[in-house]
């Protein structure tokens, strides 16, 4: 990862770094982590834990420290090079995922400004564009929505321009 960084910025110039899906899928149990996780909690990563119980929450705790890493390397990596080169990591499962996806404030913490797509309804859109203003280092934020209605998975149905309109008027509105 850090060597596609540097050969990307070796030859190309950007305006800026986005980096996409910066979350666990599913939880990885590969020897890297598994050794991660024993060095850190001193005993092996629990197997499907059951959600609500001490060993569900460490693993989660661990995700979102693991990930909040990830992210880490990644700008740093980046600002060795171009220090003013904006990084940002997509954010939008912070608010449209669920815990064990593990995209945290972590990973606020790694962006310039925060942004990410999103494919609520305006009133999912709205509360969105708020928490990014807040999470968000610098601003503005990035809001991204498809034209698809109502996510990309139906992508042969499109938004009427009202809906756009309505959907851009919104994020302006909660821009500082
Ligand atoms: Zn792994």
């Known amino acids: 990862m850090g060597g596609q960084i540097d050969e990307m910025l070796a030859y190309f110039d950007f305006d800026a770094f986005f980096f ?12 890297h982590c ?12 629990p197997q499907e834990p ?6 569900y929450t460490e693993l989660t705790q661990f995700k979102y420290e693991t990930m909040a890493d990830f ?3 990644v700008t740093c990596r980046v600002k060795a090079c171009r220090p003013d080169m904006p990084v940002e990591h997509n954010f939008a499962n912070s608010i449209a995922g669920n815990a064990s996806l593990a995209c945290g404030e972590g990973v606020a913490a790694q962006c310039d400004y925060v942004g ?3 494919y609520g309804n305006l009133y999912n859109h709205s509360f969105a564009c708020k928490y990014f203003m807040v999470a968000s280092r610098h601003q503005p934020f990035e ?3 498809s034209r698809c209605k109502h996510a990309l998975a139906s992508h042969t149905l499109t938004k009427t321009p009202d ?3 309505t959907a851009m008027a919104i994020t302006m509105a909660r821009r500082w």
């Open 163 to 165: 809906e756009m309109k």
């Open 50 to 55: 059951v959600p609500h119980t001490e060993e």
């Open 71 to 73: 992210v880490h390397f």
């Open 116 to 118: 990410g797509d999103l």
């Open 143 to 145: 809001q991204m929505f």
């Open 34 to 45: 598994r050794a991660l996780y024993r060095d850190r909690y001193g005993h092996d990563m």
């Open 20 to 31: 996409d899906m910066p979350f666990w899928p599913h939880t990885c149990y590969c020897e």
